[in-house]
């Protein structure tokens, strides 16, 4: 179960508890058809985990525009959101930032001989 999502986890876990496709297939939202491939998909082999996300396309509106000089108030307007909750999608675009910024560094340095 080494590299699964949080949801092959949980369909896994519910299936090794007996429940039936039909039911685990209404307790998550999808069809049983769906689990049935969910549960299949699990068994091609993984040999790291999913790549890192970059940055969603809210998190770079929001960097865009307070890169503009736009107020944490005027951006949380536009979206109809709160400023806290603008905050935060900003942190989170910039700690993804940060996670690629250290993973392309990594990638460089590891073909580094010097």
Known sequence: MQYLRPLERRVLAM???GVDTE???RRIGRSAAQ???IIAWTSIPRHQPP?????RAIERRVLAMR???QSHEAVA????RS???IRQVEALAHYRLGLQLLGSVRRGQAGDTS
């Open 67 to 69: 890169a503009a000089g």
């Open 35 to 37: 689990v049935e491939r």
């Open 23 to 25: 039911e685990i297939g």
């Open 15 to 17: 299936r090794d508890e």
């Open 77 to 80: 307007a536009r979206f109809k």
């Open 83 to 85: 400023p806290r909750f």
């Open 51 to 55: 790549q890192r996300r970059s940055p």
